[in-house]
């Protein structure tokens, strides 16, 4: 995870958009079709906060989809196998969070459409 996260281009970070694309907008799992939701939360961050685009990471845990349609779809661009869940889930989250600390201290991350019970098995 960490070398995945040294390969962004940009030194500073202001603002982190994550997302595991389990819960879209009432649109349920979209696994990584949901990558708009980090790039469209950030445009908020942009026009009406004054953060610079260049200081703005979205990003998108891909851990699968229980989505059986995008399983199946020939096109569908993200993992094809169901969620990682549990044990195993948090630990990558813990591993991007290191990550993205360790290169972006100062940064602000905010987790948007995890599903309510991942969201608050991560705040215990």
Same mark, same amino acid.
């Given at each position: 995870? @960490?070398?995945?996260?040294?390969?962004?281009?940009?030194?500073?970070?202001?603002?982190i958009v994550v997302t595991d694309g389990s819960r879209i907008l009432g649109q349920g799992d979209?696994? +990584?079709?949901? $990558?708009?939701?980090?790039?469209?939360?950030?445009?908020?961050? +942009?026009?009406?906060?004054?953060? @610079? =685009?260049? !200081?703005?990471?979205?990003?998108?845990?891909?851990?699968?989809?229980?989505?059986?349609?995008?399983?199946?779809?020939?096109?569908? $661009?993200?993992?094809?196998? =169901? !969620?990682?869940?549990?044990?195993? &889930?948090?630990?990558?989250?813990?591993?991007?969070?290191?990550?993205?600390?360790?290169?972006? =201290?100062?940064?602000?991350?905010?987790?948007?459409? &995890?599903?309510?019970?991942?969201?608050?098995?991560?705040?215990?």
């Amino acid at each position: 995870m @960490h070398a995945i996260i040294q390969n962004w281009p940009r030194d500073e970070v202001d603002v982190i958009v994550v997302t595991d694309g389990s819960r879209i907008l009432g649109q349920g799992d979209l696994g +990584v079709q949901g $990558m708009a939701i980090p790039i469209g939360k950030l445009s908020l961050y +942009v026009a009406a906060g004054g953060i @610079h =685009p260049t !200081r703005c990471l979205p990003a998108m845990i891909d851990v699968g989809t229980n989505n059986k349609d995008l399983q199946s779809n020939e096109y569908y $661009m993200g993992l094809r196998h =169901p !969620r990682i869940e549990g044990t195993e &889930f948090i630990e990558l989250v813990d591993e991007f969070m290191m990550a993205v600390q360790s290169r972006f =201290p100062k940064a602000l991350i905010q987790f948007e459409d &995890f599903k309510t019970p991942k969201a608050e098995m991560l705040l215990k």
